[in-house]
């Protein structure tokens, strides 16, 4: 099991308003934890980063300061790090614009992957477009393995309704059938145009040239525990393109096993070239 906490910075003094700005992710009795603040460039709706990017290294170095010196200010004996009596205890400490919420338990595989969906659920930062689709091209590539990869096209395009170009992630088509292998970010605050933006693509491709196969595998990035609500945008995907929709996390080898049927499907009959 491990635990988070949301990091919030102070908006307003005066009425006491408060956002998160990062969050903290860590295994349970551990002490490494993966501190995710916003980068360089990455800018929040609500917060001015020139005035919080001070606070955030201030309490960066705290945090790592009293991790590696394994002790608090102001207490009698040792506090476990990370333990909740620990982060209780740096909350008072936090008396100015920094503030942290309680830890709350997290089911986590890949924590290195989850922190960053875990920091777009809870902080709903403004982010590139290329950012997220190279990540989930990275899920994707690493799931299905080298051998599907090398039968299939990456980022090319397939013909949709009315003879129409549609852009797809990955795809492999034969003389009767098509394959296409996609993925969705639902982890942030864009969840709901993405996953719309999706479902019209591969609506397209259904509507388009009659195939005798026509297999869509699609992939999606959820946010650790649902925190960002995206369970309905799964179910809409399903029940308007193909069932065959995976958590990229915690359904790898599911999807990783779908696409492989689904090539095999076609493997043995005459491909033929994609349009772009």
Request: net charge negative; charged share 25%; aromatic share 8%.
């Amino acid at each position: 099991m491990h635990k988070y906490i949301t990091v919030r910075f102070v908006t307003d003094w005066v009425r006491q308003i408060d956002v998160p700005i990062g969050v903290i992710l860590w295994e349970d009795g551990g002490r490494q934890p993966l501190i995710r603040l916003p980068q360089s460039g990455e800018q929040l709706p609500d917060v001015n980063m020139a005035e919080a990017r001070p606070h955030l290294q201030v309490f960066h170095d705290q945090i790592d300061g009293w991790l590696q010196s394994r002790a608090l200010p102001y207490t009698d004996g040792e506090l476990e790090p990370l333990s909740d009596e620990w982060w209780a205890h740096v909350q008072k400490l936090l008396s100015f614009s920094i503030r942290v919420s309680d830890p709350r338990p997290l089911d986590c595989v890949r924590p290195e992957i989850e922190v960053e969906a875990l920091f777009s659920a809870a902080v709903q930062p403004r982010q590139p477009r290329q950012v997220l689709e190279k990540r989930l091209e990275t899920l994707v590539r690493e799931a299905i393995g080298q051998e599907c990869n090398s039968e299939l096209v990456s980022r090319t395009a397939v013909f949709g309704y009315h003879e129409k170009l549609v852009r797809v992630m990955k795809a492999k088509q034969s003389h009767s059938g098509l394959v296409v292998i996609d993925a969705v970010d639902l982890s942030g605050k864009d969840a709901v145009p993405y996953a719309d933006e999706l479902t019209s693509r591969l609506q397209r491709i259904k509507a388009g040239p009659p195939r005798d196969t026509l297999r869509f595998i699609t992939g999606y990035l959820s946010s650790p525990g649902g925190l960002n609500g995206e369970v309905y945008m799964v179910d809409w995907i399903k029940d308007q393109v193909d069932e065959h929709v995976y958590d990229l996390i915690h359904e790898q080898d599911l999807f990783a096993g779908e696409a492989r049927r689904a090539l095999s499907a076609i493997r043995n009959e005459r491909q033929t070239d994609m349009p772009l």
